[in-house]
T-cell receptor, first 115, second 111 residues
């Protein structure tokens, strides 16, 4: 079975450029989460969706960050303009809420470096 | 987000030994407590999870002990193996909402 697929795996870009991270959740999953991992702050939630609708975006750092889920099989996280402090590993995860407390399945992340 | 505190930050155990990682939470409304294992270059993967109405759960060499009154839970890895060397995260969530993670423990099992 295909897991959560993220692209690109690595992204290096210059400060001020627009960055778009992509995620394909596991087919049939109805929850999608975006997390960010840094040495200083660990793993932190940015935003999550249920049935393509954003439920909680309180973790989005600032207006430079935006996320969309146009359909059940695709989500994007966009940073515009990017800054060096945005450098981190960004993870997408999905889960199925049909049964209580289904586990979240994580992709392998996008390692983002802003120069 | 409510905080989940995890200790130790790093742990070195000899092969065959017991690895113990501890976590404490604040929000008594949390109703799901998973542990995730992460290898370098990979995303976290669910290892084992527990609900607060259970005091202990065991799956193979991995055991979660849960103390609801103390708001603490721990992961025990019995007969630790070099292949267990990874970063371990405790987490907590409320119903189907997002996970609040601990800061992580880097485990190194020496052969």
């Amino acid at each position: 079975d295909a897991g959560v697929i993220q692209s690109p795996r690595h992204e290096v870009t210059e400060m001020g450029q627009e960055v778009t991270l992509r995620c394909k959740p596991i087919s049939g999953h109805d929850y999608l989460f975006w997390y960010r991992q840094t040495m200083m702050r660990g793993l932190e939630l940015l935003i999550y969706f249920n049935n393509n609708v954003p439920i909680d975006d309180s973790g989005m750092p600032e207006d430079r960050f935006s996320a969309k889920m146009p359909n059940a099989s695709f989500s994007t996280l966009k940073i515009q303009p990017s800054e060096p402090r945005d450098s981190a590993v960004y993870f997408c995860a999905s889960s199925l809420a049909r049964a209580y407390n289904q586990p979240q399945h994580f992709g392998d992340g996008t390692r983002l470096s802003i120069l | 987000q409510q905080q989940v505190k995890q200790s130790p930050q790093s742990l070195i155990v000899q092969k065959g030994g017991i690895s113990i990682i501890n976590c404490a939470y604040e929000n008594t409304a949390f109703d799901y407590f998973p542990w995730y294992q992460q290898f370098p270059g990979k995303g976290p993967a669910l290892l084992i999870a527990i609900r607060p109405d259970v005091s202990e759960k065991k799956e193979g060499r991995f055991t979660i002990s849960f103390n609801k009154s103390a708001k603490q839970f721990s992961l025990h890895i019995m007969d630790s193996q070099p292949g267990d060397s990874a970063t371990y995260f405790c987490a907590a969530s409320l119903q189907r909402r997002a996970l609040t993670f601990g800061s992580g423990t880097r485990l190194q099992v020496q052969p």
